[in-house]
């Protein structure tokens, strides 16, 4: 059964049924109860016409749904009216449908999950499994948001920044469910790419791509976490950079840099080298000074240092983070690392440890107590 | 989107204000603390934040390997043991403001009296997956 296929036309059958003057939160129950007998009954018996078979069921399921709701005879009006969308139509609705399921009233994970169902045709089960909660909690955290929107307007443009927000945040997650979020967050992002001319979509699908390709080589046998500089680059899709890279010199050139461009644009520099000791820190951190310039995030300036600390040397590193607070995610590791660059075994080991213990995931953790073990053996032999 | 761990102790934990052993409660107190643990977990479930609740035996045994072709040695429970888990709750929320405030409804369930208990709650970050994109 194509299960991509049956996902990639969600949003246009919620369009078509909101078209028909269905509400969206019914339209959106309607075609999830559809998506999934279509999962059911599919593979045994595939229809000649998805698209036909899901605009049908859906429309059946909201009729039945809406019945006692709605009086019989406003059913039967809508029931004539059925106005079949036209082909620029389906398109425009996908497009708004990214808008509303990440519209700002919504908090990051109802986005998210929103985002998921409506727009990427998961089940309400599967984006349960990827987030590890319980289905009923997934299924009203999914209720919620659609009360959330109820009031919103169908028909007016969103915010590009806020969809591009919600995908980065599916991409960057990492859970690892039975459904590759990173590679549905890509799915997404090409087929808004597809929706919409913006050079900013083209950078976060550049980024994505990007480091997708580096996927093969970032764990090692038992999950463990292999680091940029230790990547055998072999195992890189050269595929998938080839086609970052297009993606992104073509948003480039249009002049109008974003955050997701210059993100990208270091991610390809380091594509770009074939090995560690290659790659261009000197155009990175002009990158990254341009990053800080559009972002102001401080988990930009403490990725610059590490850049610094390779382009001018560890000092330089170390003076770029003294600036930096020192309780942000991951400036101990960096600390620990510029200190080992710079010669002071001792004091890189004291902080590989003291990073192990504040680090907010287990292969982090596990790859800085190695850290700190092997730096320790050193200075002990 | 974060998961913590909402730690209840019987033991280990700062004393709480009202802190008067729940056998010396009322039965309606009792069961007005049951309800309200209930209604929590309800509440979290409605608003899509509810992930695992669970309580636990006070009685353990701690258990070690004993070495080839031995049965694990058995020991306890430890009546001096200091920390002592009585249960948990584990909720998936929008971060650590929203945990905190969370920790700080269920401290509030009622004790003797029918008043709060001010309970002290362990609150605990789950590690996660690492991020895909880190430099």
């Given at each position: 059964m194509d299960e991509a296929l049956l996902r990639s036309l969600t949003p246009t059958v919620i369009g078509i049924l909101v078209r028909r003057g269905a509400d969206f939160a019914a339209a959106e129950d309607a075609v999830q109860d559809a998506l999934v007998e279509a999962l059911r009954v599919w593979p045994g018996d595939p229809p000649r016409d998805p698209k036909g078979w899901l605009v049908t069921v859906a429309w059946r399921k909201f009729l039945d749904a809406t019945r006692g709701e709605v009086s019989r005879r406003r059913r039967e009006v809508l029931a004539r009216a059925e106005p079949a969308p036209g082909p620029g139509e389906a398109s425009d609705d996908t497009l708004q449908m990214y808008f509303l399921c990440a519209h700002p009233s919504l908090t990051p994970a109802s986005a998210v999950a929103l985002t998921l169902r409506a727009v990427g045709g998961l089940t309400t089960r599967q984006i349960a499994r990827a987030y590890l909660v319980p289905e009923a909690t997934m299924a009203q955290r999914i209720s919620r948001a659609k009360r959330t929107v109820e009031g919103v307007r169908f028909d007016r443009p969103g915010d590009v920044a806020t969809v591009l927000r919600v995908l980065y945040l599916v991409f960057n997650e990492g859970y690892s469910g039975d459904v590759d979020l990173a590679g549905e967050a890509i799915r997404l992002t090409r087929r808004l790419a597809a929706e919409i001319d913006h050079e900013e979509v083209a950078g976060l699908l550049a980024l994505m791509l990007l480091h997708h390709a580096r996927r093969p080589a970032r764990t090692g046998p038992g999950g463990r976490l292999v680091p940029l500089a230790e990547q055998?680059?072999?195992?890189?899709d050269t595929r998938l950079i080839a086609e970052g890279v297009e993606i992104l010199q073509a948003a480039l050139s249009r002049d109008r840099l974003g955050e997701y461009q210059a993100q990208a644009a270091i991610a390809a520099l380091h594509a770009d080298?074939?090995?560690?000791?290659?790659?261009d820190w000197v155009q990175i951190v002009e990158w990254y000074d341009e990053l800080v310039r559009l972002t102001g995030s401080p988990v930009a300036r403490l990725n610059r240092a590490v850049a610094v600390g390779e382009a001018d040397g560890p000092r330089a590193g170390l003076a770029a983070l003294a600036?930096?607070?020192?309780?942000?995610?991951r400036h101990t590791a960096v600390a620990a690392y510029l200190h080992e660059r710079d010669g002071d075994l001792a004091t890189a080991a004291r902080l590989y440890a003291e990073a192990a213990r504040s680090a907010s995931s287990l292969p982090e953790r596990d790859h800085l107590t190695r850290q700190a073990a092997r730096l320790n053996a050193r200075t002990r032999g | 989107m974060a998961k913590y761990l909402l730690l209840k102790h019987y033991r280990g934990a700062p004393a709480a204000v009202n802190d008067v052993p729940m056998e010396q409660w009322t039965p309606e107190e009792v069961a007005a603390h049951i309800q309200f643990m209930r209604d929590f977990a309800d509440r979290l479930e409605r608003s899509g934040e509810f992930v695992d609740g669970q309580a636990l035996s006070p009685e353990g045994t701690f258990v070690r390997y004993d070495g080839e072709g031995r049965p694990p040695v058995t020991d306890g429970p430890?009546?001096?043991?200091k920390d002592l888990i009585a249960g948990w709750m584990v909720i998936d929320v929008d971060g650590y403001e929203r945990a905190l405030e969370l920790a700080g409804e269920l401290s509030a369930a009622p004790g003797a009296g029918g008043k709060p208990i001010h309970e002290w709650l362990e609150l605990r970050p789950f590690l996660t997956e690492p991020p895909t994109i880190t430099e």
């Open positions: 055998d680059r072999g195992l890189w080298a074939r090995t560690a000791e290659e790659t600036g930096l607070d020192p309780a942000l995610p | 430890f009546a001096e043991t």
